[in-house]
């Protein structure tokens, strides 16, 4: 009696939410076709919540016995076939294959499936939700979805018909479901499956780690040794190629334990959901007040963020062109949709790796994908074998991929062999990866290719003082230029900036560090500078999620100012030998700093005060490659006072003001096609 309530229950579920139609849909899909089945496969989609409100005890069913439950439907739509006349050619209840597809779970722990507590329970058959981020998957290969046998011995009434049908349930391997040692309930004689009938879905592996894992890869375990282990995600059919590598996704699925060369636990995915990351409302109050007091000015917000940035690390007041560089490049970092040329990439040359190797380390941190490439692992993705036996190839995502919407900080860029480093070179211009699968390798016929879309920035450092460079240095005969001669031309265009952290330089005095660093080692978690207790990690870490979220759009004056200075740029750096050293993604790095200045002044509108700030950097940089030109700006043209108050703010700003009338002079006598008004005109 209690099945046939449920059974009514699940009929009129399946009136209410559309599901009958969609069922009779799909019914009619298979009247229609000229093609002879042996197994029907049925999609149905259910909230739990409306069944649990419908029937209590129906919904009991879906959620902790879901095999079970999958019979009830299937009943009721095998009497709906044959009542309707849906399916001329259906035979017997068993040839329907009913999938409860789950739109959700309830929010209860009971629900949870926390890939770092143990025991895991994989034995009570039911749906768990789970949440992780994909570091692996394999490429589709192809599974028995259903197959009909028929009895060996022909005088056996089920040596015809379609009484045996065997089709995939969550957990069951592939000899569950298609083997040669099945036997005949009615005479025992052995099953021959009738090949003809067998019928074929697509398969794919993903593995998973939890999202807390990603602590291990931001320089919080750097001296000590840590393990951690992936959870393994079957998809089939219709979610199959449904998660991208690097992505964080909610998955509602069954727990099985498969066995291969070893014991495992896997999750048989029911449905799979991409996870939003969490925008903050707004920013800290002493962020708020700061923001007010300086909302006369383009420039000052910024400039005291880069003062006060990472003090538990450096004095306020020091690496000032670093800090700013680091943060605008952490408002360029985003889970959201956005353009791939969209991010930051720097290169920094240094004499002072250790103090600089913290700094980025500290910056990583404040992002929820900032990810400090171990050197034992490969910064993009690699081959293996999969090893569960499906003869698919597994590709292992890299640190790239993982730090997906953030940035990958890779350390000195001579720890990297010379193929990675045109590899590196590659992805920078490219923005993608394409992995090749070689199909003698893997036993496959042909061979294959997957590209994969890179959507982080990349950090890295130049030791200067290494012996093999210090040796090795040549003086530049143009002004402002450096020796970069021992690092790949290519690779030193492809990055976006080229900062200059010279330590012994008037921007970054010795003294202050000296003393920060003595009573740091007196005092690891004391905060020695006020503005460690106004403005915390946490109040940065919360600027930089509210900050890097932000919709901004181009002004027309931005917009003209940008075009006329890339175009006064690459006129003045073009020879007729080697024609022009400006390549067309300058335009695209002016626009993304552009951006970046206007997002970390949290603002919506990009000014023509943010496009000046983005050509301070972008001609700190090319003097740098290339030597300085008429447009000469000074290594330290954003930060030009060595005293930080309210009255060096003024001058500050007094001095940004002249060198924004520099640069439309420069852009009305090297571009004059491109008109840059003034506030008067």
């Known amino acids: 009696m209690s099945n046939l309530k449920m059974?009514?229950?699940?009929?009129?579920y399946l009136d209410r939410s559309g599901g009958l139609q969609k069922f009779i849909d799909d019914c009619k899909y298979y009247n229609d076709s000229k093609q002879s089945y042996a197994v029907y496969r049925f999609n149905i989609l259910i909230n739990p919540s409306d069944i649990v409100e419908l029937d209590a005890e129906l919904g009991n069913h879906i959620l902790h016995h879901p095999l079970k439950a999958a019979q009830v439907f299937q009943s009721v739509c095998f009497v709906a076939i044959k009542t309707l006349s849906l399916i001329g050619q259906l035979q017997t209840e068993t040839q329907i294959n009913i999938v409860l597809k789950l739109t959700h779970l309830p929010p209860l722990p009971s629900y949870d499936f926390d890939i770092c507590e143990f025991p895991l329970d994989y034995t009570s058959q039911r749906f768990y939700m789970m949440q992780g981020i994909v570091i692996a998957m394999t490429t589709i290969t192809k599974y028995s979805q259903g197959a009909r046998f028929l009895c060996s011995d022909e005088g056996c009434p089920f040596s015809k018909g379609f009484q045996y049908i065997r089709v995939h349930v969550p957990g069951a391997t592939e000899s569950s479901t298609v083997r040669n040692d099945?036997?005949?309930n009615l005479c025992s004689s052995s099953l021959q499956e009738d090949r003809k009938?067998?019928?074929l879905g697509d398969k794919q592996i993903v593995e998973i780690i939890t999202t807390k894992v990603i602590h291990a890869f931001q320089g919080y375990t750097k001296n000590q040794p840590f393990r951690f282990q992936s959870?393994?995600?079957?998809?089939?059919?219709?979610?199959?190629?449904k998660m991208k590598m690097g992505n964080e996704y909610k998955i509602v699925g069954i727990p099985v334990c498969v066995e291969t060369s070893q014991t495992s636990v896997c999750i048989e995915a029911n449905s799979v959901i991409l996870c939003n990351p969490k925008v903050p409302l707004g920013i800290s109050d002493n962020f708020r007040c700061l923001l007010s007091l300086t909302s006369t000015s383009c420039w000052k917000f910024t400039a005291i963020l880069a003062n006060i940035f990472a003090s538990q690390i450096v004095p306020p007041g020091t690496y000032n062109l670093l800090k700013f560089c680091l943060?605008?490049?952490?408002?360029?970092?985003?889970?959201?949709?956005?353009?791939l040329e969209d991010y930051l990439d720097i290169l920094i040359i240094t004499s002072d790796t250790l103090l600089v190797d913290r700094l980025l380390n500290f910056s990583i941190n404040l992002v929820p994908r900032?990810?400090?490439?171990?050197?034992?692992t490969e910064i993009f993705p690699t081959l293996s074998k999969n090893t569960y036996g499906t003869g698919a190839v597994s590709i292992q995502a890299g640190s790239a991929l993982l730090a997906k919407g953030g940035v990958c900080f890779i350390g000195d860029i001579a720890s990297h062999k010379k193929d990675k480093l045109e590899q590196l070179q590659s992805v920078l211009e490219n923005r993608s990866i394409t992995v090749y699968i070689p199909g003698k390798k893997f036993r496959d016929d042909t061979d294959q290719q997957v590209t994969f879309p890179v959507q982080c920035s990349f950090w890295s450092f130049v030791d200067m003082d290494s012996p093999s460079r210090r040796n090795a240095q040549r003086p530049s005969t143009l002004i402002g230029q450096m020796d970069c001669s021992l690092i790949p031309s290519n690779l030193i265009e492809a990055f976006g900036l080229l900062i200059n952290c010279n330590e012994s330089s008037p921007c970054h005095p010795l003294l202050p560090s000296v003393q920060?660093?003595?009573?740091?080692?007196?005092?690891?978690?004391?905060?020695?500078?006020?503005?460690?207790?106004?403005f915390t990690t946490e109040d940065f870490e919360k600027l930089l999620a509210f900050a890097k979220n932000l919709n901004v759009e181009l002004s027309l004056e931005a917009e003209r100012m940008i075009h006329g200075y890339y175009l006064s740029s690459r006129r003045i750096r073009t020879d007729s030998i080697c024609g022009s050293k400006l390549s067309a993604s300058a335009l695209k790095y002016l626009v993304s700093l552009s951006e970046a200045h206007a997002r970390l002044s949290l603002r919506n509108k990009v000014l023509k005060e943010d496009v000046l700030i983005a050509a301070l950097l972008f001609e700190t940089s090319l003097t740098l490659k290339y030597g300085a030109t008429i447009f000469c700006v000074a290594p330290n043209a954003?930060?030009?006072?060595?005293?930080?108050?309210?009255?060096?703010?003024e001058k500050r700003d007094l001095y940004l003001t002249q060198c924004q009338q520099q640069l439309q002079q420069f852009i009305a006598a090297c571009a004059p096609g491109t008109a840059v008004f003034s506030n008067d005109e």
């Open 516 to 534: 920060h660093t003595l009573k740091k080692a007196i005092d690891p978690e004391g905060l020695l500078y006020l503005a460690s207790k106004q």
């Open 638 to 649: 954003l930060f030009p006072f060595e005293v930080y108050n309210e009255e060096y703010l």
């Open 327 to 339: 943060l605008m490049s952490l408002v360029q970092s985003s889970d959201r949709n956005k353009e």
């Open 231 to 241: 959870l393994t995600i079957f998809l089939r059919d219709e979610l199959v190629n």
């Open 197 to 199: 009938f067998r019928v």
């Open 7 to 12: 059974k009514d229950a699940a009929l009129i």
């Open 370 to 376: 900032g990810i400090r490439h171990p050197v034992s």
């Open 182 to 184: 099945f036997l005949c």
